[in-house]
């Protein structure tokens, strides 16, 4: 994963939303679970995409939390391909705020999440060559 905190966020912007009250911890900061499962999504449209079909969620070899998030942070999630299989999809995420509406961000989370491609039976799907 890359030591990129401050420059610009590697990918394609693939999702982006606003973290709320709701989504707060004791201390105020956003749950690091609201953030992941962002990513997950993320991650899926992106799986999604490429394979032409269903994915499911397998793994998450990777997931660093840099920085918290803040309610009213805009949350944008940025995913590449980092590896295709016979079945399975790797990809990349980063997530990077913009804070108070300002135009400057900061990566907040980076992680590495696997995919399986799967038919309309729920069954191992081999994913297409482009």
Known sequence: MSENLTGEPQGQLTIRTMAMPADTNAAGDIFGGWVMSQMDIAGAVAA???VKGRVVTVAVEAM???APVKVGD??????SIERIGRTSITISLEAWVRRANLDDRKKVTEARFVYVSLDDNGEKRVI???
């Open 74 to 79: 805009v949350l944008c999630v940025y995913t």
């Open 128 to 130: 297409p060559h482009d």
């Open 48 to 50: 999604v995409e490429r």
């Open 64 to 66: 660093t939390f840099i």
